[in-house]
């Protein structure tokens, strides 16, 4: 079974490409994966870089920008090659499914809805009010 579920933030905006005789959309987008457990001096995080392609890469392309935090489910790939004679490991995260993580307004974007409401905004309830309400 290869399946790699993570939560992580988009440190760019995707690489776009389209390629192949259907015209394929390829998105390529590097992602943040923050370590549960460090060490001193040890990074708060792993950066890979992500690979989606058709239908899951033009919804990337639509919806995905620089910090938006995402849940994916992907497989793990070698990338492994040899040039010049000398033999290169590595490995290729190829998205499979993804969602938001957070709502616009959970990353910091501030909107009319998250603006604080003061007492004023809200009508008080009338004292001859002939119906029981358990708050009162």
């Known amino acids: 079974m290869n399946i790699f579920n993570f939560v992580g933030r988009a440190t760019g905006d995707p690489d776009i490409k389209y ?53 994916c489910t992907a497989h793990v790939q070698n990338n492994n090659y040899e040039k010049d004679g000398v033999k290169h490991y590595g490995v290729k995260i190829l998205l499979d499914k993804w969602e938001f993580a957070e709502s616009k307004r959970g990353s910091g974007e501030a909107g009319p809805s998250s603006e604080k409401k003061s007492d004023e905004d809200f009508m008080p309830i009338p004292k001859n009010l002939d119906i029981d309400m358990p708050f009162a």
Do not use: H
């Open 19 to 71: 390629s192949g005789q259907k015209n394929t959309c390829v998105a390529t987008i590097n992602m943040a994966i923050p370590r549960d457990f460090k060490r001193d001096g040890d990074p708060d995080a792993d950066f890979f870089s992500c690979v989606a392609f058709g239908k899951t890469a033009e919804a990337i392309e639509k919806y995905v920008s620089k910090g938006t935090k995402l849940i």
